[in-house]
């Protein structure tokens, strides 16, 4: 009677063991959030504001607002988007990429392109709104150039009390490459 019980205990064991490694196995649903990081859970209610899910080996109910989410992989396959992904790539001659500095020591291994200027348009209706203007089309000037970071030489905010502000800058692009010369034949 007692080899019983323990070829029971035994049995009994040995199936809670084979259960557990095969839960491990097993294929998960995928939760990828906004910013990039990949969780592997359980998804157990997905509503119009937030989801909820378990994490493996852990009993514990979790929920996240939607928007932090840019998709989810379930296990059977099935993909449900969300969301875009925070991280935007650039590409390397957008303005968006053209980055300003007033040190030097910044430029130094890079190649020079040209000068440019940039005023704001008369019409910003802030000190604040003429400086963004006046950067973003010096950006775009450098951009145009095929520049990456423009040495900036001078800034000048003008405008007094009951005119329209306005912002001056004036600066060198570099790029990261010398610049091709005219009349060079290309074979």
């Given amino acids: 009677m007692r080899y019983l019980g323990l070829l029971a205990g035994y049995l009994f064991f040995t199936l809670v063991a084979v259960n557990a490694m095969a839960s491990e196995g097993e294929p998960m649903d995928t939760i990828i959030k ?3 990081k990949v969780m592997p859970v359980d ?5 119009t ?5 378990t994490i493996p080996d852990n009993d514990e109910l979790f929920t996240i607002n939607r928007k932090e989410i840019h998709k989810i992989i379930y296990k059977n396959g ?11 790539m650039i590409d390397e001659y957008s303005w968006e990429a053209v980055w300003l500095t ?3 020591e910044d430029v130094v291994s890079l190649y020079k ?3 440019i200027k940039s005023q704001s ?4 209706r802030s000190p604040k709104a003429a400086k963004k203007n006046a950067t973003i089309r010096l950006q775009k000037k450098a951009a145009a150039m095929k520049g990456m970071v423009v040495l900036v030489k001078k800034r ?13 800058i004036e600066g060198v692009v570099y790029g990261t490459e010398p610049l091709e010369e005219e009349g060079e034949d290309i074979m």
Avoid at 121 to 124: G, T
Avoid at 156 to 168: K, L, N, S
């Fill in 156 to 168: 000048q905010a003008t405008g007094g009390y009951g005119e329209f502000p306005g912002y001056y």
């Fill in 102 to 104: 007033e040190d030097p």
């Fill in 78 to 88: 099935r993909v449900e988007e969300y969301n875009d992904m925070v991280v935007m």
């Fill in 34 to 36: 906004v910013e990039g």
């Fill in 49 to 53: 504001s937030y989801v909820r899910f």
């Fill in 113 to 115: 392109r040209g000068e």
């Fill in 121 to 124: 348009s008369p019409s910003s």
């Fill in 43 to 47: 998804v157990i209610k997905v509503t």
